[in-house]
């Protein structure tokens, strides 16, 4: 499939994240890479030290505009988000010569769609979101493995190991959800597209709009009207 214009439209739209879901959907398309999804995240500790890893995108929604990943609330990204609840991510696509960066503020995704989302992992993985206190440290590998035996016998299930059989898929159905494993939600206040220009004389834009959250986890999240610019590179 050709790629799409190497420039970003001009005028600028007035909002950003339908082209960030195309370029996504693109990377996804294109195969290029074994995770299109593959993300940055970025946090501050406390310190305001920052620290950063890579996640996957679960979800982009370009209409209100925010992007979920999942993890472990309690694991060392989940604590500085709790604390402070805002994120720097980027997404780079090197064969398609785009980079998307996103920073906003962030809630947990609602538990019965963290819920849902749990249900269609795979048992083992689901198995290892018990075993694994994320971040925390542990004493041996075989430490970590017997954590993963002792979750399966707890749970019902075979050891997970490289030969399952295909049987077994639906094995764990009934493994529920650790209450400290979800979704962060990332509601997006300030997206910047760039595209990889001839000479370095990239093409960039920012866009910037307000977010606010409601007094409960469920009030609805307030967004401003996005404003833009482009940038030198
Ligand atoms: C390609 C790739 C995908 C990953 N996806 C996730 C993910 O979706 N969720 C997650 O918690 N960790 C994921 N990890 C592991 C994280 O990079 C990180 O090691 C882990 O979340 C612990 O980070 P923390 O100690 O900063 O909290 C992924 C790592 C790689 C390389």
Redesign the pocket.
Known sequence: MPLPAQFLPDPLPADPMPIAAQWLALARERRDQP?PN?MVVATVGTDGRP?A????C?ELVANPGYIT????YD????REIEAHPQVAIVMHWDHLHRQLRIEGRVRRTPAHESDAYFRTRPWQRRIGAWASA??RPVDSRAALERAVVDTARRFGTPIPGPEDLPEQRDLGADIPRPPNWGGYDVHAEAVELWIEGESRIHDRARWTRSVQFGATESAPVIYGNWSCTRLQP
């Open positions: 995770n593959a620290s890893r890579v996640v996957l679960k990943f999942y993890t472990n694991s060392h990204k989940g994320q971040s």
